[in-house]
């Protein structure tokens, strides 16, 4: 092992909702756990950002469940304040089933889940190879990982295009049940206004066509103290402008957006979520790809986000050498 190498006993990449929960499951079994994530913070699309004293989640825009264990994670979180009850629904959707959101912001529950984890930022890792019995991942900066279990939980398509860089040969029949999922892609505007929206209580509103999928109000939200909107669009307009000039996209958005708005726009900005939401959900709530050295393939595309991180735990726990 050179100054480059890090080894532990699982490695978990992607700090999202998944990788965190699986994280923190395995550190409590008692494994070593090492977290790597490409991006500055962890969260993945669990995503928050600062424009001009604007706070915006332009992401997930709140989160649900059903489950005991992921009730008792948002439990946790409301305890120590990273985690608030929004609402119980929307204008058209007042179901009275709670729906949470991060305090101060969505990538507070990400951090809160974080809490003693050795998390590695800005490490993009570009290839993932077995050897002997363990895995290597190589990162863009040069350095290595080996563990003897990985979970990877980014979307499919980029978990795929690390192990094809690593030369890992899945069967064909693994490779075209995982080729097969598909995300939708969403363009995200987030607009500073100079005055309130015309979004009503409690500040989010799914309208039923158009090209907007989803707007929301983050004052109202309770998570900006400025006027911010954050407007979804659609697959179907997000996939025609994807490579179209971002700002004018924006603008089309926030024209399709007039009537909500009703004040003006003083800034905005345009992320573009190529793996916004799986477009079907795979029967499996996680894939073991590999049993020696075991690789779990987990994330929002097998289950729910944190069921499938739970899943993947015990995929890992399943096997003898991890
Ligand atoms: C616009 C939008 C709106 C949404 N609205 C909602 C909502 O209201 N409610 C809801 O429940 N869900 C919503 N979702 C979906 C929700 O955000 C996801 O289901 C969930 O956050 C996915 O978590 P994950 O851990 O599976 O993946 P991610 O959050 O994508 O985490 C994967 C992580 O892997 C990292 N990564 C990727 N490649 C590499 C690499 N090569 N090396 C290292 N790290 C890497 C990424 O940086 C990322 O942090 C929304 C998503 C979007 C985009």
């Given at each position: 092992?050179?100054?480059?190498?890090?080894?532990?006993?699982?490695?978990?990449?992607?700090?999202?909702?998944?990788?965190?929960?699986?994280?923190?499951?395995?550190?409590?079994?008692?494994?070593?756990?090492?977290?790597?994530?490409k991006?500055?913070?962890?969260?993945?699309?669990?995503?928050?950002?600062?424009?001009?004293?604007?706070?915006?989640?332009?992401?997930?825009?709140?989160?649900?469940?059903r489950?005991?264990?992921?009730?008792?994670?948002?439990?946790?979180g409301?305890?120590?304040?990273?985690?608030?009850?929004?609402?119980?629904?929307?204008?058209?959707?007042?179901?009275?089933?709670?729906?949470?959101?991060?305090k101060?912001?969505?990538?507070?529950?990400?951090?809160?889940?974080?809490?003693?984890?050795?998390?590695?930022?800005e490490?993009?890792?570009?290839?993932?190879?077995?050897?002997e019995?363990?895995?290597?991942?190589?990162?863009?900066?040069?350095?290595t990982?080996?563990?003897?279990?990985?979970?990877?939980?980014?979307?499919?398509?980029?978990?795929?295009?690390?192990?094809?860089a690593?030369?890992?040969?899945?069967?064909?029949?693994?490779?075209?049940?995982?080729?097969?999922?598909?995300?939708?892609?969403c363009?995200a505007?987030?607009?500073?206004?100079?005055?309130?929206?015309?979004?009503?209580?409690?500040?989010?509103?799914?309208?039923?066509?158009?090209?907007?999928?989803?707007?929301?109000?983050?004052?109202?939200?309770?998570?900006?103290?400025?006027?911010?909107?954050?407007?979804?669009?659609?697959?179907?307009?997000?996939l025609?402008?994807?490579?179209?000039?971002?700002?004018?996209?924006?603008r089309?958005?926030?024209?399709?957006?007039?009537?909500?708005?009703?004040?003006?726009?003083?800034?905005?900005?345009?992320?573009?979520?190529?793996?916004?939401?799986?477009?079907?959900?795979?029967?499996?709530?996680?894939?073991?790809?590999?049993?020696?050295?075991?690789?779990?393939?987990?994330?929002?595309?097998?289950?729910?986000?944190?069921?499938?991180?739970?899943?993947?735990?015990?995929?890992?726990?399943?096997?003898?050498?991890?």
């Open positions: 092992m050179d100054a480059t190498e890090q080894t532990t006993d699982v490695l978990i990449i992607g700090a999202g909702m998944a990788g965190l929960i699986a994280a923190a499951e395995l550190q409590r079994a008692g494994r070593r756990v090492l977290v790597l994530d991006g500055r913070g962890v969260g993945g699309r669990l995503a928050s950002r600062r424009i001009d004293g604007a706070m915006f989640d332009h992401g997930a825009q709140f989160i649900t469940t489950d005991p264990r992921f009730a008792d994670v948002l439990e946790r409301r305890q120590n304040g990273a985690v608030e009850e929004w609402c119980r629904g929307f204008a058209g959707s007042a179901d009275g089933h709670a729906r949470w959101r991060g101060p912001a969505m990538s507070a529950v990400a951090k809160h889940l974080a809490l003693g984890l050795d998390l590695h930022l490490m993009q890792v570009v290839a993932l190879r077995s050897a019995d363990r895995w290597r991942a190589e990162t863009a900066t040069g350095l990982f080996t563990a003897e279990a990985v979970v990877l939980t980014p979307p499919v398509p980029q978990s795929l295009a690390m192990l094809d690593g030369g890992f040969v899945l069967t064909s029949e693994m490779r075209t049940r995982l080729a097969a999922i598909e995300y939708e892609r363009l505007v987030m607009a500073v206004l100079d005055g309130p929206s015309r979004i009503p209580p409690p500040g989010g509103f799914a309208p039923a066509d158009g090209p907007i999928a989803w707007i929301a109000d983050n004052a109202l939200k309770g998570i900006s103290a400025e006027p911010a909107v954050t407007i979804h669009a659609r697959n179907a307009f997000s025609k402008h994807w490579e179209r000039d971002r700002q004018e996209s924006g089309a958005l926030l024209d399709a957006a007039a009537p909500w708005l009703g004040a003006g726009i003083k800034t905005f900005q345009v992320h573009g979520w190529r793996y916004s939401k799986p477009m079907k959900v795979h029967e499996e709530p996680c894939v073991l790809v590999s049993q020696s050295p075991p690789l779990v393939l987990a994330g929002d595309a097998f289950a729910g986000a944190a069921l499938s991180g739970w899943a993947a735990v015990e995929a890992i726990l399943a096997q003898r050498h991890a």
